[in-house]
């Protein structure tokens, strides 16, 4: 099983990055994805999910409108465009392969697990 999670960097308020997470095929073809993160002295947090076949998304309200999730299933990749980036965004992003076809916000719905990309957003 292999995810990993890369895109994080340094970026100013206002800025942008993008995520990416790239999933063996065995483990995610059928499954839905998503991102969370976790900040310094905070629990981990979802942020958006999507399903097997990318037509459902869904978001946590303090990054509707701002991050996009997708998914490119013929290169078993999963993207997080992040735009309009705040202080507040600064954490550690995972990426994972949901149990089931359509991903929720749940973290106990995810199965396999990737090593974090570090956001960090400077004011």
């Known amino acids: 099983v292999q995810l990993q999670a890369s895109g994080g960097g340094l970026v100013q308020a206002g800025g942008f990055l993008r995520l990416s997470c790239a999933a063996s095929r065995r483990t995610s073809s059928n499954n839905g994805m998503g991102w969370f993160r976790q900040a310094p002295g905070k629990e981990r947090e979802f942020v958006a999910a999507i399903s097997w076949n990318g037509y459902y998304t869904s978001y946590a309200d303090s990054v509707k409108g701002r991050f996009t999730i997708s998914r490119d299933r013929g290169k078993d990749t999963m993207y997080l465009q992040m735009n309009s980036l705040t202080p507040e965004d600064t954490a550690l992003y995972y990426c994972?392969?949901?149990?089931?076809?359509?991903?929720?916000?749940?973290?106990?719905?995810?199965?396999?697990w990737g090593r974090g990309t570090l956001v960090t957003v400077s004011s």
């Open positions: 994972a392969v949901s149990r089931q076809a359509v991903a929720g916000p749940g973290a106990d719905g995810y199965r396999y």
